[in-house]
């Protein structure tokens, strides 16, 4: 019989445990489907006796992932703790070093520490492979990296964080509480250990930055995306996006020209009766446009032990066919340094403020915005409280130099009783 793959897990949390089911129950399948029968010999997880629903007793226990990494029986690690630094960086390095593959999860770790880890496996002819990195279930990676190899990428944008368009779909569709809605995620195992990193925007802001060196052949360069959360946008938002015909999503967008490479992730108005408008609950969907393949579209589950495991395991089979090709499609050593681009298009925004209730206050308003080039479109207001009056503005299309300097001309007013908050209105 031909040699078994053999599997350390580190991590058995909601997507390690998952992988172990799919392990256990599609054991013929993926046997014929990777030439090879696939095995798990060792796993480690910070509590030994916690109950996950999968028996772990045929397997040798580690208490330390690193220790588990540089065990000399098996062929692949799985890197499922999470964790940009500390021992999940520690565990694949330790893997690398000792000759083995390694499949992750962890898009924080990648993004930080990708270039030098795809060096390092590079140099030791093992692969590196994130599929369940980057938009759960979806096999975007292998889409963009190998399906769509042959074209030059335009453009890549898409919903990659399951938490968020969860909360937001919740939020929109029952007028549920922010935190309630948070915390129904969390039980679900779709959020981060430390949601703030989903709803701070930087988990996709992670996810953004991976696809776009592999579209781009660019190096990661997270902290080139500008990056914001949704933790500002309140059930009043929602209502009044969708009153003139807008969802609210966190939506990322990542392209090439000229000028450089421009990466933003942030809270957008989308067209209710678009493709992106229509995306619910844990759904991710991801775009791509290519020279000769034209726009490509791509949607499914995000998150969640399934989909995550999937994906993972679809990483094992390719590995077990002994296709080990670079991490981002091209040799490390290749990959470029892109200029940082601006935010250079106009868009209409959203604007949400509390103003001061008092005779004269829409004038300056509306004076400020003039004064810095931002034309407005059309005006709300609603439930004035006490001496405040929360006021909305959509503005015709502006550049984001002239709506930064009007949100620090409004910022400034007396006025204004909060900083404003601007969303802007993707054309998608
Ligand atoms: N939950 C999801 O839907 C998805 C998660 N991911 C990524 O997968 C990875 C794992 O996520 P989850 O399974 O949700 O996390 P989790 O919190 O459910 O599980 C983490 C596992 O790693 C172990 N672990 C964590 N730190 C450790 C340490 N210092 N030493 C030993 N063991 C340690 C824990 O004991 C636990 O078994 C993360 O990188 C996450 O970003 C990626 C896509 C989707
Ligand atoms: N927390 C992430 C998990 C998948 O990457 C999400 O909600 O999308
Ligand atoms: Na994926």
Known sequence: ?????????????????????????????????????????????????????????????????????????FDVLLELMGGEDGPAKAAVEAAIETGKHVVTANKA???????????????????????????????????????????????????????????????QARGADYAEVLEEAQRLGYAEADPSFDVGGVDAAHKLALLAALGFGTRVDFAGVQTEGIDRVTLTDIAHAEDMGYRIK????????EAGLEQRMTPCLVPVDSALGRLAGVTNAVMVEGDFVGATHYEGPGAGEGPTASAVMADVLDIARGLIGPAFGAPAASL??????????????????????????????????????????????YDHEGGAAPAIFMTHPTSRAALDGALGRLGGMKECLDQPMALRVETV
């Open 1 to 73: 019989m031909t040699n078994p793959l053999r599997l350390g897990i580190a991590g058995l949390g909601t997507v390690g445990a998952g992988v172990v089911k799919i392990v256990q129950t599609h054991a013929d399948l993926l046997a014929a489907r990777g030439g090879r029968p696939i095995r798990i010999v060792a796993v480690s997880a910070r509590s030994r006796g916690r109950e996950r629903g999968v028996a772990l007793d045929a397997y040798a226990w580690e208490d330390d992932p690193v220790a588990l990494a540089r065990r000399d029986d």
């Open 109 to 171: 770790m990648l993004a930080h520490h990708g270039q030098a880890m795809a060096e390092a496996a590079e140099a030791r002819g093992v692969a590196l492979r994130y599929e369940a990195a980057v938009a759960g279930g979806i096999p975007i990676v292998k889409a963009l990296g190998e399906g769509l190899a042959a074209n030059g990428i335009r453009r890549v944008m898409g919903v990659m964080n399951g938490t968020c368009n969860y909360i937001l779909t919740e939020m």
């Open 250 to 257: 966190l939506l990322g967008v990542a392209s090439m020209s």
């Open 336 to 381: 470029t340094a892109a200029p940082r681009a601006a935010d250079a298009g106009a868009a209409a925004y959203y604007l949400r403020m509390s103003l001061h209730d008092a005779p004269g206050t829409l004038a300056k308003v509306a004076a400020a915005l003039g004064e810095e080039g931002v034309s407005i479109r059309q005006m709300r207001q």
